[in-house]
Each structure stands twice: as structure tokens, then as C-alpha cells.
């Protein structure tokens, strides 16, 4: 079993900036992808970013592209998003996640194993 913890969301002003950790434990040795979706109250979780095992690749949605920037530590099983110039669309709870699967969509929270809790992102404007 695999357990995934985030940290690091809060309150912080339109532009400015946050740094979200996830830390997996357990049997991480199969993981391949981890990455960040988001999710506000009444709609659907939503694709923010996700990197491979190897840290070359890594993927964002749209709306965070130029803004967001994901990175994995591999010796220590964690990923981080750093998130700059933050706008109030942004605020949401952030949800960790990892997967086995190599070759299917990673925008496709479906096809994630392991879940964190979440953390919650809020920008004021």
C-alpha cells in the first residue's frame, strides 16, 4: 500500500506564491507518475500537473502553463508545485496523487492509485 500526504497550501494575495509538497510512503517502489489535480465545490476534479519517474517530462494543464512548475525528488519519494503569480481562480483544494501505469493520459484522475487528502489553496483578490 502506498500512503501520500500533502503540505504547504494556505491564504496568500492575487501574485503571489505558494510551494506545495507530497510526500509518498510505503511500497513506492512501483510508482511511476505523481502529480497535483485540483478541486472546487461542485465541479469536477481538475488536471493541474504530473511528472514521470525519470523527471524529464513533466505535464500541466492549460490553465496553469507559465505559472506552474512541478518537480520530483526521487530519493526522497516527494513532488512539489511551486505556484507563482496566483490568481483567485486558483483556490481550490489540492490533491496529491500517484500511479503504477505508465501509458495511459496522465490528465485523467482515474487512472490514479493513491490519493492524498488535500491541502487547501486559497487566493484572495
Known amino acids: 500500500q502506498v500512503q501520500v500526504v500533502e503540505s504547504g497550501g494556505g491564504l496568500v494575495q492575487t501574485g503571489g506564491s505558494l510551494r506545495l509538497s507530497c510526500v509518498a510512503s510505503?511500497?513506492?517502489?512501483?510508482?511511476?507518475?505523481m502529480g497535483w489535480f485540483r478541486q472546487v465545490p461542485g465541479k469536477e476534479r481538475e488536471f493541474v500537473a504530473a511528472i514521470g519517474r525519470s523527471d524529464s517530462n513533466p505535464f500541466y494543464g492549460d490553465s496553469v502553463k507559465g505559472r506552474f512548475t512541478i518537480s520530483r525528488d526521487a530519493t526522497k519519494n516527494t513532488v512539489y508545485l511551486q505556484m507563482n503569480s496566483l490568481k483567485p481562480e486558483d483556490t481550490a483544494v489540492y490533491h496529491c496523487a500517484a500511479r503504477v501505469n505508465y501509458g495511459d493520459p496522465v490528465q485523467r484522475p482515474e487512472e490514479y492509485q493513491y490519493w492524498g487528502q488535500g491541502t487547501q489553496v486559497t487566493v484572495s483578490s
Open positions: 510505503g511500497r513506492t517502489l512501483g510508482l511511476y507518475f
